[in-house]
């Protein structure tokens, strides 16, 4: 299985960006999907997850309402749609899938996911 992650860029502050992820080399409906970022100098964080079946997500409270994870199960992709972008929004975002069970506690833990795609940057400038 294989994740690329396209979308990032340079942007201001309030801004709108869209990030999209697509799944080769696998079943796509199989895995539960998520979106983690790592700012510079920390740890990488939770940002957001979807469950296989779409109907199921669960966002990090410093995204919430402004960022949305959606997924298209017939073209094996994964979005965030990001908006009313910060400055602490930037860092190097990254999808990943997982093919456990969904739910909202454990579909936040990123040592659960068992395939990472290679990141892409996403930098608000205020």
């Known amino acids: 299985v294989q994740l690329q992650a396209s979308g990032g860029g340079l942007v201001q502050a309030g801004d709108s960006l869209r990030l999209s992820c697509l799944l080769s080399?696998?079943?796509?409906?199989?895995?539960?999907m998520g979106w983690f970022r790592q700012p510079p100098g920390k740890e990488r964080e939770f940002v957001a997850t979807?469950?296989?079946?779409?109907?199921?997500?669960k966002y990090a409270d410093s995204v919430k309402g402004r960022f949305t994870i959606s997924r298209d199960n017939g073209k094996n992709m994964v979005y965030l749609q990001m908006a009313s972008l910060k400055p602490e929004d930037t860092a190097v975002y990254y999808c990943?899938?997982?093919?456990?069970?969904?739910?909202?506690?454990?579909?936040?833990?990123?040592?659960?996911?068992?395939?990472w795609g290679q990141g892409t940057q996403v930098t608000v400038s205020s």
């Open positions: 979807i469950a296989r079946s779409a109907s199921l997500t």
């Open positions: 990943a899938a997982d093919d456990g069970v969904w739910n909202p506690v454990r579909s936040t833990r990123e040592l659960l996911y068992d395939h």
């Open positions: 080399g696998g079943t796509f409906s199989k895995y539960n």
